[in-house]
């Protein structure tokens, strides 16, 4: 029940779950719109300091002005220069800026109720809808305001008007209050449902272009990056065709979560041993291809690397993997076809010689 009401209270209602991502989305927006309120609020508040030097009748309200410009520009500095990289500082901002706003409201409406009351009335709708933020902060601050007009304003204003204010204020603070949290439901929702979308088109790229046990990209992405690279060659490229040896036996003998560990120690040991996951790409079962925009020269210390860390390898049912590989560059061949063709019979030229050799060692046992 507390964490219902909380999150009602905190997050209108709308996110459910701690997602920073969403909280850093909300809070830089906040800081655009600070900077907005600090500018407007520097050139009106301006505007009534140089109006109260020349009208008598505004004098009364000169600290009240000094102290509010000095706040806002306190805020316009610290959301321009301090908040883009320290974006947890945004909330401060906010409540300094709304506390210039409604503050002053209330400061001019006690020291000249009779000829700016309607000002704190204007505050009360404009503060909860300044920026994408939670009603308990609202219901905080304009309850604070409230306190600081009861204190001051029951000695200085007109037993009359000061009833009149105080009843307005709780009207109009309601009304801006709720006109708040439903303003910000749907501000705080926009976020969620972006958010929401982006996950969700990861989700099904991912789907589409990665295989799910290794966490390689998959049969549709090689395509689709071959297509590209036929368009863009010659460009210094290299292509690995790499197979699994011992799949099979391994599946055979020892069961399928041998043969899945063997599958996936195999992938990670491709992923150290190039340029990263993005450049691997496992086709099915047992083979893998790896597309390096590099020479050949590169990719053989990385295939030097490969063998290494394949022979160190070890995992619950295996240790050591056997790779069979073969590569084609861009050095030797001026075509996709071409490339991936001589990769491929490099690759079953190397394994026929491992079963080869692997055949021997049996026949000597």
């Not at 909300?26 to 508040?45: S, Y």
């Not at 309200?61 to 316009?76: K, N």
């Not at 220069?81 to 409604?102: D, G, K, M, Q």
């Amino acid at each position: 029940m507390l964490s219902k009401i909380k999150n009602e209270l905190l997050f209108t209602g709308v996110l459910q779950n701690n997602n920073e991502k969403i909280r850093k989305d909300i809070r830089e927006d906040n800081r655009k719109a600070a900077i907005f309120w600090a500018v407007i609020q520097l050139i009106f508040w301006s505007f009534s300091l140089i109006m109260s030097r020349t009208d008598p009748e505004y004098i009364d309200c000169l600290p009240v002005y000094i102290v509010v410009l000095l706040i806002c520009g306190v805020s316009l500095f610290l959301a321009l220069y301090v908040c883009p990289r320290h974006l947890r500082l945004v909330p401060a901002v906010e409540t300094a800026l709304n506390i210039a706003l409604l503050g002053a409201g209330v400061g001019i409406t006690v020291l000249k109720p009779h000829l700016r009351s309607a000002v704190i009335f204007c505050t009360l709708l404009i503060v909860p809808v300044s920026y994408i933020t939670d009603t308990l902060s609202t219901i905080a601050l304009i309850l604070i305001d409230f306190l600081v007009l009861v204190i001051a304003g029951s000695n200085r204003m007109d037993p009359d008007i000061y009833r009149w204010t105080v009843t307005f204020f709780l009207i109009f603070g309601t009304v801006g209050i709720l006109m708040g949290h439903f303003i910000n439901r749907t501000r705080f929702e926009r976020f969620v449902f972006a958010e929401s979308a982006m996950q969700l088109a990861e989700l099904q790229t991912r789907y589409a272009y990665y295989d799910q046990m290794t966490g390689l990209q998959n049969r549709r992405a090689y395509s689709e990056k071959v297509e590209q690279l036929s368009k863009r060659l010659p460009v210094p490229c290299t292509v690995v065709m790499a197979d699994i040896n011992g799949l099979k036996e391994a599946n055979d003998t020892l069961g399928h979560e041998a043969g899945d560990e063997l599958i996936i120690g195999s992938a990670e040991c491709l992923g150290r041993s190039f340029d990263g996951i993005d450049t691997i790409y496992r086709l099915g079962g047992d083979e893998f291809i790896v597309i390096m925009e590099k020479s050949e020269i590169e990719a053989k210390k990385c295939l030097e690397r490969m063998e290494k860390i394949c022979a160190d390898w070890k995992g619950q049912f295996i240790n050591g993997i056997s790779i069979s590989y073969g590569a084609a560059s861009t050095e030797e061949f001026s075509d996709s076809d071409s490339l991936l063709k001589a990769a491929d019979l490099r690759m079953y030229e190397y394994k026929s010689k491992y079963y080869q050799a692997a055949g021997k060692e049996r026949r000597k046992r």
